[in-house]
T-cell receptor, first 123, second 108 residues
Framework: QVQLQESGPGLVNPSETLSLTCTVS??????????WSWIRQPPGKRLEWIGY???????KYNPSLQSRVTISVDTSKNQFSLQLTSMTAADTAMYYCATGSCHSGRCYEPWGWGPGALVTVSS | EIVLTQSPGTLSLSPGERATLSCRAS???????LAWFQHKPGQGPRCLVYGASTRGNGIPDRFSGSGSGTDFTLTISRLEPEDFAVYYCQHYGYSPYTFGQGTRLDFK
């Protein structure tokens, strides 16, 4: 059973960079049959897909965030991470890491989620 | 970008009743790459249905998904107390993968 757990700062200053980590158990982040993604939900708003990484290096990002987002893996710790630059109050949200399956270059629905980490942007 | 609109916004029902939740897409979702999630406070969303109509692992058969193209439905045949939560649809056909705004299922 794949389990995920987010970790990182609960408070970020405006204009700074957010760094979040997702620790994975029950699967390897190097697996070619999984993708590793980040999804967020601002207060009172719908879920927003941020992006994912698969095969340790192939990334796909939401065009609305692409200029500020980097998703990467740390194979030594079996973790993957999110970096989001130039944070503003609009980036205040619950951030989830999630995983799903990929086959023949196509990735599907996120069937495994972490419990989420609340990130507030404020000075 | 595909915009998903869910209705109703809130559904107030009692245990034992039938719930019907709708998700309408702004354009046709090729391959029926549409999933439904259940979301409870303090937890990550739980995938109930994928491919519009296939139940996820361990999902009770009172949950069923249907539809194609732009109109999709999640039906809960007989509500159990643990089913009262927020439900989201999501398409994963192509980037960006978007979500509906959610339907809140409340106790009547």
């Amino acid at each position: 059973q794949v389990q995920l757990q987010e970790s990182g700062p609960g408070l970020v200053n405006p204009s700074e960079t957010l760094s979040l980590t997702c620790t994975v158990s029950g699967a390897s982040v190097t697996s070619g049959s999984h993708f590793w993604s980040w999804i967020r939900q601002p207060p009172g708003k719908r879920l927003e897909w941020i992006g994912y990484i698969s095969n340790s290096e192939s990334t796909k990002y939401n065009p609305s965030l692409q200029s500020r987002v980097t998703i990467s893996v740390d194979t030594s710790k079996n973790q993957f991470s999110l970096q989001l630059t130039s944070m503003t109050a609009a980036d205040t949200a619950m951030y989830y890491c999630a995983t799903g399956s990929c086959h023949s270059g196509r990735c599907y629905e996120p069937w495994g989620w972490g419990p989420g980490a609340l990130v507030t942007v404020s000075s | 970008e595909i915009v998903l609109t869910q209705s109703p916004g809130t559904l107030s029902l009692s245990p034992g009743e039938r719930a019907t939740l709708s998700c309408r897409a702004s354009q046709s979702i090729a391959g029926n790459y549409l999933a439904w999630f259940q979301h409870k406070p303090g937890q990550g969303p739980r995938c109930l249905v994928y491919g519009a109509s296939t139940r996820g692992n361990g999902i009770p058969d009172r949950f069923s998904g249907s539809g194609s193209g732009t109109d999709f439905t999640l039906t809960i045949s007989r509500l159990e107390p643990e089913d009262f939560a927020v439900y989201y649809c999501q398409h994963y056909g192509y980037s960006p993968y978007t979500f509906g705004q959610g339907t809140r299922l409340d106790f009547k």
